[in-house]
């Protein structure tokens, strides 16, 4: 018989469908079929249905992520493609894309085509590869973007390093718009940088570390909307963390400009202070910055003029950060944290929660060209079902991640994500109740 999954009565939430309702939706094999109240009624009696009866849960359009870090190849240790799929799934996602900065670069047709025959292998979560713009991420020589994009890479990114040279960032912009690729930047003028540890403020003069000042994220940020204007290219901004980014996306997108980015939910709830005294699990980059950063970026992610959320997940082995702050890797991961950590944002009234949905769902769907996500009939069964009222408290026991480098481990959060499904098929299944 074929898959029949019958939900009854889920408050079944897609802006871009104009739908927030409680109603039933029932799949058939790998598509929504039937929506609207009581439409599984009939569907629901078949022996062989799957009845889901989750009264007060929510149903989504399955989470996308446009920023993940799954180290492999290279460094399975810290993650690998089964366990970085594994922890997509546990966080609702249904697609993930992989930043390039793997062992050797995904800078080849090879490479992408074996984290993809991989990603088969594993199942569940869909991965996408991001290419390098240059070779090796050294900045200098282009990639061969059309074989990436060929072999299945969505977009391009030397992310972990920035794209500092104006001609190669112009040559990148022009390369990639023949193929249609966004070029991912991470912001971050290494002049500026240079031996810095956290962001430049009152918490880096008090612990002696030297600071990554905003304005090299803002001066690359600029320059780049210059030549996205000159080229036409499609550019993205990865991690965006300073007001003076918002500021200056703001005025592109008001003259028309083919630009987007992404903000992660460590630089929307955590300022330079959570680093306290050397915590190594708030090392990142770009730095946790300030108060009137994270304001400035809620209101941009609130008003459209910052697309996406995305995770930046980035795992870390205990021995790349139980060290001296100085010797500690940056990054954290974030896939199982993200709804949750931002439906408290909702809860607080921070963020509309049509505006996290869309920025979780359509908008980067749209970014890395992935087929819509809706709630509707005819579509792919793509969806997040989650409890919102479950409170629990992140734990490294509760975890898929091979690491567990986050700030918020600790902290009791509400929200829950009961079941994934990828067109139909069930990725992920929580556990019931624990509280
Ligand atoms: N965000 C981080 O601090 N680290 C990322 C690289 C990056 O996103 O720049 C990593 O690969 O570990
Ligand atoms: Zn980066
Ligand atoms: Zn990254």
Redesign the pocket.
């Known amino acids: 018989m074929d898959r029949l999954i019958v939900f009854r009565h889920v408050r079944a939430i897609d802006p871009s469908s104009a739908l927030d309702a409680v109603i039933d939706v029932v799949i058939e094999k790998d598509r929504i079929v039937r929506l609207g109240p009581d439409a599984g009624a009939e569907a629901a009696k078949a022996e062989w249905a799957q009845v889901i009866t989750a009264p007060g849960a929510w149903l989504l359009p399955g989470l996308v992520d446009l ?1 993940a ?1 799954l180290r492999e190849p290279g460094q399975e240790y810290k993650e690998d493609i089964r366990s970085g799929l594994a922890a997509a799934a546990a966080g609702g996602f249904t697609d993930i894309c992989a ?1 390039p ?1 793997t062992l050797p670069v995904n800078d080849s047709r090879m490479v992408t085509e074996a984290m993809l025959a991989r990603a088969h292998e594993v199942g569940g979560t869909r991965l996408h590869p991001i290419g390098a713009i240059t070779v090796g991420q050294r900045g200098e020589s282009l990639t061969e973007m059309g074989d990436l994009r060929e072999a299945g890479a969505v977009a391009v990114s030397d ?3 920035c794209v500092t040279n104006s001609a190669v960032m112009r040559r990148a912009l022009e390369y990639a718009s023949v193929f249609d690729l966004p070029v991912i930047q ?1 912001a971050e003028d290494h002049a500026l940088t240079e031996g810095a540890q956290m962001h430049e403020g009152s918490v880096s003069t008090r612990l002696g570390l030297r600071g990554w000042p905003r304005v090299a994220e803002d001066i690359i940020v600029s320059r780049d909307l210059l030549l996205a204007e000159y080229t036409g290219a499609r550019y993205h901004v ?2 965006a963390s300073t007001e003076g980014t918002v500021r200056l996306l703001r005025e592109a997108k008001s003259r028309g400009l083919r630009v987007t980015a992404e903000v992660t939910p460590h630089h929307l709830l955590l300022t330079h202070e959570a680093v306290g005294l050397y915590d190594t699990a708030c ?4 730095p946790l910055r300030e108060q009137r950063d994270i304001e400035a970026l809620r209101q941009g992610l609130a008003d459209g003029t910052i697309d996406a959320v995305a995770t ?1 997940h ?3 082995a205990t021995i790349d950060k139980g060290c001296e702050w100085s010797e500690a ?4 991961i974030g896939l199982e944290l993200c709804l949750p950590l931002l439906l408290g944002l909702v809860a607080e009234g921070a963020l509309p929660l049509a505006r996290l949905v869309t920025s979780l769902t359509q908008a980067p769907a749209g970014i890395a060209r992935l087929p819509d996500k809706r709630i509707r009939e005819g579509a792919r069964a793509d969806l997040v079902l989650i409890d919102p009222e479950e409170r629990w408290t992140i734990d490294a026991s509760c975890l898929r991640s091979k690491s567990h480098n986050t700030p918020f481990l600790g902290r009791t959060v509400k929200g829950r994500v009961k079941m994934t499904m990828v067109a139909g098929n069930v990725v992920f299944e929580s556990t019931p109740r624990s509280s």
């Open positions: 920023h870090h930043m900065n992310d972990g390093r991470h990865a991690h090392k990142v980059n770009p930046d980035a795992p870390h890797k940056p990054g954290m």
